[in-house]
């Protein structure tokens, strides 16, 4: 699995610059940045103290949804308690779900939103999985820096052991399974029940590959039975 980290508009170049630090220190080295140039910024490099490759070989892009554009698997971080999503799961149980998903996931991406305000609802609707980090203050504070380096510290074990053989990898699985329960959805007329889709939709990152494959079988079941019964009429 390859696993790159996306910063979306940063503001603050010294945030950048740690986020690399971070990045470096545990084996990360794929930076795409959305809407910033921070990056470029003197402050950092400074704070990047000999991650200046990480920096140098950032890519930027107009839109997280440009960025995700060959990302087989998202994840992103938000706060619990302003996310309009439920599904959450903490650092260590994203990193038992990526164990499993790196069999059969050729690329994964992990989203972090701007200092002040995160992720927009639109861009956590394009993740899979959402993730925060448990706080014990009443008022949660992380800066960008230390995020990227609680998770990259977390998941470090997926970059820097060898990857297990990948069996019937198949990049777009997880996207052609949303692409066809929204048809079911649409099929079925029960497209605008907005607590229904977001269910299903937030739930899908949480399969495995057998639990997919199954999906997109009944999936093919269903939509040709719906195709049969349309032409009868």
């Given at each position: 699995?390859?696993?790159?980290?996306?910063l979306?508009?940063?503001?603050?170049?010294?945030?950048v610059?740690?986020?690399?630090?971070a990045m470096?220190t545990?084996g990360?080295?794929e930076?795409r940045?959305?809407d910033?140039l921070?990056h470029?910024?003197?402050?950092?490099r400074?704070v990047?103290?000999?991650?200046g490759?990480?920096l140098?070989?950032?890519?930027t892009?107009?839109s997280l949804?440009?960025?995700l554009?060959?990302?087989?698997?998202?994840i992103a971080?938000?706060a619990?308690?302003?996310a309009?999503?439920h599904y959450?799961?903490?650092?260590?149980e994203?990193?038992?779900?990526l164990?499993?998903?790196r069999?059969?996931?050729n690329?994964?991406?992990?989203?972090?939103?701007r200092?002040?305000?995160g992720?927009t609802?639109?861009?956590l609707?394009?993740?899979d999985?959402?993730?925060?980090v448990?706080m014990?203050?009443?008022?949660?504070?992380l800066n960008?820096?230390q995020?990227?380096?609680?998770y990259?510290?977390?998941?470090a074990?997926?970059?820097q052991s060898?990857?297990?053989?990948?069996a019937?990898a198949?990049?777009g699985q997880?996207?052609a399974?949303?692409?066809?329960v929204?048809r079911?959805?649409?099929s079925?007329q029960v497209a605008?029940?907005?607590?229904l889709?977001?269910w299903?939709?937030?739930r899908?990152?949480?399969?495995e590959?057998?639990d997919?494959?199954?999906l997109?079988?009944?999936?093919h079941?269903?939509?040709?039975?719906?195709a049969e019964?349309?032409?009868?009429?």
């Open positions: 699995m390859r696993f790159c980290i996306i979306v508009s940063p503001a603050r170049p010294e945030n610059g740690a986020a690399a630090r470096k545990m990360f080295a930076l940045i959305v910033s921070a470029q910024q003197p402050a950092a400074w990047a103290h000999g991650s490759d990480i140098d070989g950032a890519v892009f107009p949804s440009a960025a554009h060959d990302v087989d698997f998202t971080t938000t619990r308690s302003r309009h999503f959450f799961c903490t650092p260590p994203l990193g038992g779900m164990e499993e998903k069999r059969w996931i690329r994964a991406a992990l989203v972090f939103g200092e002040d305000s992720l609802n639109d861009e609707a394009l993740a999985i959402l993730t925060g448990p014990q203050a009443d008022y949660p504070s960008l820096g995020a990227v380096m609680v990259c510290y977390q998941l074990s997926l970059v060898a990857a297990p053989a990948v019937e198949q990049p997880l996207a399974l949303r692409q066809r929204d079911l959805l649409v079925l605008d029940d907005e607590k889709r977001d299903l939709q937030q899908l990152g949480w399969l590959q057998r997919t494959a199954m997109h079988t009944l999936l079941d269903a939509e040709k039975a719906l019964k349309d032409s009868e009429k």
